[in-house]
């Protein structure tokens, strides 16, 4: 159980550092993932996750990472061949729920905040500057391989997460990937058209639970949950032992990673991110 100091402890390493969120989640796929295992990473920028991703999960594994922006796919593709991971497909396309071609927002000034959608980034230190490009959208269904061990999912689409997860529908039903995505909740969903009401009905059709990054349950309550709730959730299948990894391994992972971490102002992700090892390992998840 999360207590208050330690919550406190959590978001001021976030504060400092942007990759604190990030580092949690790759101790979460690096106890998931295991050698032939299959993940996708949805908006996977220049390769923060895809490459560690394809290194867990081993040249008999696959790793799709999807990037729309182009600067950053170019980006991506080129570590990939630095690092010469033929686990990993690049699909220069954006996730939805339907096919085609489409806009795509390109925050020239803010480049991770790009999009199928306009947001309202009047928060960010600087003005945005955006373009608009076309691009080709793509289902989740339409691109795992028939014969595969979808394991794990990772979604950062600025909004475009719900719609990612329409599409992919079919193959959560059938895989019941352990996933962890951004979610914005009210500030996105009236610019992609949908609402909480959606959202949650999403997860039910689903049959998947969803919890914040912390391992704490999201309810409605949560929605509108301010500063405390983290951006980025949880969500695995009800019936799956996944439930039992975030109840029971979840608290000890956020433990260790404070403790690797260490004071909030030592931005230990951001300096120490492409040189990180894996932890020893947690309980497993079968």
């Not at 790793?63 to 991971?85: F, I, S, T, W, Y």
Request: glycine share 8%; net charge neutral; proline share 5%.
């Amino acid at each position: 159980m999360l207590d208050d100091t330690m919550l406190d402890h959590l978001f001021a390493c976030a504060r400092s550092d942007s990759y604190f969120f990030e580092l949690i989640i790759r101790r979460v796929y690096e106890a998931i993932l295991s050698p032939g295992d299959t993940a996708v990473d949805g908006g996977a920028c220049v390769g923060i996750h895809t490459i560690p991703m394809a290194k867990r999960v081993g040249p008999s594994g696959g790793v799709h990472a999807v990037e729309a922006l182009p600067n950053h796919a170019d980006g991506l593709a080129k570590r990939v061949a630095a690092r010469a991971l033929p686990q990993i497909t690049i699909h220069r396309v954006a996730l939805s729920n339907e096919t085609g071609i489409s806009e795509f927002v390109c925050v020239k000034t803010h480049p991770s905040r790009s999009g199928l959608r306009k947001l309202d980034l009047s928060h960010l230190p600087a003005p945005s500057e955006t373009e608009t490009i076309q691009v080709k959208r793509v289902r989740l269904d339409d691109i795992l391989p028939a014969h595969t061990t979808w394991r794990f999912c990772k979604l950062d689409l600025e909004g475009g997460e719900f719609h990612a997860l329409m599409g992919g529908s079919a193959s959560i039903k059938k895989h019941s990937p352990f996933i962890i995505f951004e979610n914005g909740r009210e500030k996105v969903a009236g610019a992609y058209g949908y609402s909480k009401e959606d959202w949650f009905a999403l997860f039910d059709r689903l049959d998947y639970a969803v919890f914040d990054l912390f391992g704490r349950p999201f309810t409605s309550a949560s929605w509108r949950g301010g500063r405390q709730i983290p951006w980025y959730c949880m969500a695995v299948a009800r019936k799956s032992s996944h439930v039992d990894f975030i109840a029971n391994a979840v608290p000890g992972l956020l433990k260790r990673v404070i403790d690797e971490y260490g004071e909030p102002s030592s931005r230990y992700a951001t300096q120490n991110w492409w040189n990180l090892t894996e932890l020893p390992a947690l309980t497993s998840v079968s």
